[in-house]
């Protein structure tokens, strides 16, 4: 008989063994949900690299014959208001077949394996547990759903002349723009993220807790208070990164990363400043940079471009 095994994409990338289509495999198994069936009705597993399953699962050691492979990956969209925060989009998950999975593979956020194993194989049951504990994509580049709401909990209601003129905001940049940007809004429209399609443009992102206005131009963010004089200056601060009108210097200092970033607004320009504190040894002449800091000293100074620019 046939079974479905995922493989989680980091779990892969970390320390999975290649795999190749008709290979003979021996893996650690937990089950999935089985009111769940694959797309071909099949009894859905999970092999585990970690010895992380969750907590009572039960879990065997299968042994069978890999009979197909495929890569998924499930598109995602910007969590609204969250810069570098990323979630499940609703759509279906990109499925392509393969011949072989290499080992340590990342080209995919996960695997789909069809596995033959035989008719009286022992297979580990399923019970209603917590989800398992998972690595570093149980974490990473996703929020959890109560971002949608304000921190109180509570949707606020369109009576809200902030929230009305948010919506406004987002419609417009919408209409103006579709076929440059993605404009990705909360439910009761508090948040947005407006992520240009192409490279080299100024990504811009706001929410507002009812209290405070955030917002997020390129890796510039101001608070503003929560009024309408302040979705006037959210307004301006959109129309500088379409229009291009958004600068970024970054310098190395012996004990920091500079990022200024300068936004060109009617009235003058906004400057922000971030020091990423590095690490160098006393009289040492290197430094050990990393993440962000690492990034933007790469990246160096960018004259970002307009949305629309070709």
């Not at 995602?76 to 011949?99: C, H, K, M, Y």
């Not at 300068?262 to 690490?279: C, I, K, N, Q």
């Given at each position: ?8 994409g980091?779990a ?25 069936r ?5 009894r ?12 009572g ?34 759509a ?12 340590r ?52 209601t ?13 419609a417009?940049v ?9 404009v ?26 009812g ?11 101001w608070?503003?208070?929560?009024a ?27 004990d ?53 620019a070709?």
């Amino acid at each position: 008989m046939d079974i479905a095994v995922e493989i989680e994409g980091w779990a892969q990338a970390c320390c999975g063994a290649e795999i190749r289509v008709d290979e003979f495999v021996a893996w650690e198994l937990c089950a999935l949900d089985p009111a769940r069936r694959s797309a071909e009705g099949l009894r859905r597993f999970r092999q585990e690299l970690h010895d992380q399953f969750p907590d009572g699962a039960e879990h065997r050691r299968v042994t069978g014959t890999v009979r197909a492979i495929q890569g998924v990956d499930q598109p995602v969209e910007p969590v609204p208001g969250f810069p570098d925060q990323w979630r499940a989009a609703d759509a279906p998950p990109i499925v392509v077949d393969l011949d072989r999975i290499t080992a340590r593979e990342s080209a995919h956020s996960g695997f789909r394996v069809r596995l033959e194993v035989g008719d009286d194989a022992r297979l580990p049951g399923w019970s209603p547990r917590p989800a398992h504990r998972g690595g570093p994509a149980a974490s990473a580049g996703s929020l959890p759903a109560d971002h949608e709401s304000p921190p109180s909990g509570r949707i606020r209601t369109g009576a809200d002349p902030v929230l009305t003129a948010l919506r406004g905001l987002a419609a417009e940049v919408e209409a103006d723009f579709r076929s440059h940007a993605q404009v990705v809004s909360s439910l009761d429209g508090d948040a947005c993220t407006i992520q240009p399609m192409r490279g080299k443009r100024a990504a811009v992102h706001w929410r507002s807790d009812g209290t405070a206005l955030h917002v997020t131009v390129a890796d510039a963010d101001w608070e503003l208070p929560a009024a309408a004089e302040s979705v006037a200056t959210l307004r301006r601060l959109v129309a500088a990164a379409a229009e291009g009108r958004v600068h970024e210097h970054v310098s190395e200092r012996a004990d920091a990363v500079v990022t200024t970033t300068v936004v060109e607004l009617p009235e003058g320009p906004w400057r922000h400043e971030d020091t990423s504190a590095v690490f160098r040894p006393r009289g040492g002449e290197w430094s050990a940079i990393a993440g962000p800091a690492a990034e933007r000293l790469a990246r160096g100074d960018i004259d970002y471009l307009p949305w629309d620019a070709p």
